[in-house]
């Protein structure tokens, strides 16, 4: 048999050829003899599903196409007839029945696209628990998490904290649904990025009408926004250190803005997502770092004078709702990242015995257990600090924290949480912007049918970041639109999970989670649409500083 031998072909019936070499018995072959045949061999088009991790560091198709030929073996004399032991190992094991075993059918044949070895998320497939924990914590906090307070002004104490704890629960099921639909055993499927499970959900079409442009929008804006939170704080970590006495002429904003963009666009050089474990475990303790800084120092340096807690609304009744609303969409933008979860997922390795499912939740739990214990704390301490008396701009607590504690907290202090925040925010940078780097790669493979050379890498990562710096610099007021963007991100993060989920796992019909998700999915599609359109109201009605090109 030739080294390119159909997988498929061994379930056929062999019968022994004349003068061949003795066969002994395996337990899990079938009773009736097997026919050899010599005709000559496809090209293989798949693999066996323990194959699900594709070679982590090459950069070269990870399977021969047609495209690719590469000239068969011709079997030689010496070479035996019989089934090659792996395939027995892998495709049949010792327990099943020849024929009509259920499980036999949860052994696919596994479809492998070469070009996953040549982009930058699948690139890599040597990830584990820890990478997953480093990534998720470092892109489930960040400065959506300084936004908080603002949401409890609006809606009080006790339907704050209701509302958070909910949110929270909700949007770790649904992350939850995202682990397990990763691979799809039946169609010896991976989803490694959340556009081909919302293409495989709701069809082609579809899924770019749903899902192509709440992705984009994140990626692309959560990028943006970190460009001005981490611009504007290099300059007040400036401030900061150089002191009320210091003479030399500081950058502009837009200049503080550059530096911080060419940081990021350095270290988005490195090659793939696992390539950035590093960067993001220091994204992770950095933003730990600063989360518990900020609301230990306001909770210690008190409550400050005039303090209130009764819920700011004004206006009438519609505008009281609208208000409420867009709180809810504060909190919302607090919990994204479900858009990268599939991605984080798709660099580890995975097969039949160890999926990748397992060490994923395992990273997942450990990760969301500290931003729980760092989102909580942000919300209901700053709120207790401040009270209503919070600045409602970009930085939140965090501007709340140089207003009213400026003076009387150590520079040292405010220093270092300056310098956390920045960290943060480009560590963040490199997560979200690696589903666009993946996509803008993928153009190019898939035009001219190789990987993307280094060069034209660099120069496609580089256009990016400084396309960020453009709209930072044009539209410096995007930041404040927390409630809009936690409005379009929410079906991305709580409602389209629940769809895939019915979609693709089929649960019995009228059964609790089939009902559960039905409700949590078109819940969640009726409170996105609520969201946008309050999120819109709120800022025609109160106004927003449309600065074109002058960011401050």
Known sequence: MGDHGDLEASSAPITPRPNSMAHTPQSSAPITPRQM??????????????????????????????????????????????????????????????????????????????????LPITESRNGNAYYAAFHTLCSGIGIQALVLPIAFTILGWAWGVILLTIAFVWQLYTLYLLVELHEDLDKGVRYSRYMQLAAATFGEKMSKILALFPIGYLSMGTCVALVIIGGSTCKTFYQIVCGPMCTSKPLTPVEWYLVFTSGAVILSQLPNLNSIAGVSLVGAITAVGYSTFIWTVSVSEGRIPGVAYNPVLTGSQIEKIFSILNA????????????????????????????????????????????????????????????????PTNGGILTALYVFHGQDTARWLLGMISLFVIINALSSFQIYAMPMFDDLESTYTTRFKKPCPWWLRAILRAIFGYFCFFIAVAMPFVASFAGLIGGISLPVTLAYPCFMWLKIKKPKVYSPVWWLNWFLGIFGICLSALLVAASLYVVIDTGVEYSFFKPT
């Open 37 to 118: 045949s010599m005709a000559p061999s496809p090209y293989i088009t798949s693999a066996p599903h323990s194959q699900f991790h594709s070679p982590s560091l090459s950069r070269s198709p990870l399977l021969h196409t047609p495209d690719h030929p590469v000239p068969s073996k011709t079997p030689t004399a010496k070479t035996p007839s019989r089934t090659p032991n792996f395939i027995s190992r892998n495709i049949t094991p010792r327990f099943l029945t020849p024929l009509g075993s259920p499980l036999r059918k949860a052994l696919h044949l596994t479809k492998l696209n070469p070009q996953d070895a040549w």
């Open 328 to 391: 809810v969409g504060i909190i919302a933008f607090a919990f994204r990242g479900h858009n990268l979860i599939l991605e984080i997922q798709a660099t580890m390795p995975s097969d039949e015995k160890h999926p990748s499912r397992v060490p994923m939740w395992k990273g997942v739990r450990v990760s969301y257990t500290l931003i729980a214990l760092c989102l909580f704390p942000l919300a209901i301490g700053g709120y207790w600090a401040y009270g209503q008396l919070i600045p």
